[in-house]
């Protein structure tokens, strides 16, 4: 079955970098595009980044400049760089992809503060 899990979360004062990770299993990672989500407290599920199976990059505006999304198919890895943190990137960050239907992992929370 498909599972996403994440990884590299943590606590860091602003301007801070972290790399979250993503393991994929379970579908042809090569075949699909991957997304990172990110969901604050008391507010919906918003995407972040998105790299589709040619590699082509999409960004909100919001962090765009900051945060690169990438990909390693050999490993099903796919990977967000968040530098320049604010306090406003605090949330639970999610990755999906959508095969067939949207596959979530449980997440993992990113706190920017100082």
């Known amino acids: 079955q498909v599972q996403l899990v994440e990884s590299g979360g943590g606590a860091v004062q602003p301007g801070g970098s972290l790399r979250l990770a993503c393991a994929a299993s379970?579908?042809?990672?090569?075949?699909?595009?991957m997304s990172w989500f990110r969901q604050a407290p008391g507010t919906e599920r918003v995407g972040v980044a998105k790299i589709t199976r040619d590699f082509d990059t999409f960004y909100s505006s919001s962090v765009q400049g900051r945060f690169t999304i990438s990909r390693d198919n050999a490993k099903k890895m796919v990977y967000l760089q968040l530098n320049s943190l604010k306090p406003e990137d605090t949330a639970v960050y999610y990755c999906?992809?959508?095969?067939?239907?949207?596959?979530w992992g449980r997440g993992t929370q990113v706190t920017v503060s100082s």
């Open positions: 379970g579908f042809d990672f090569s075949a699909y595009a």
């Open positions: 999906n992809t959508y095969a067939g239907k949207n596959f």
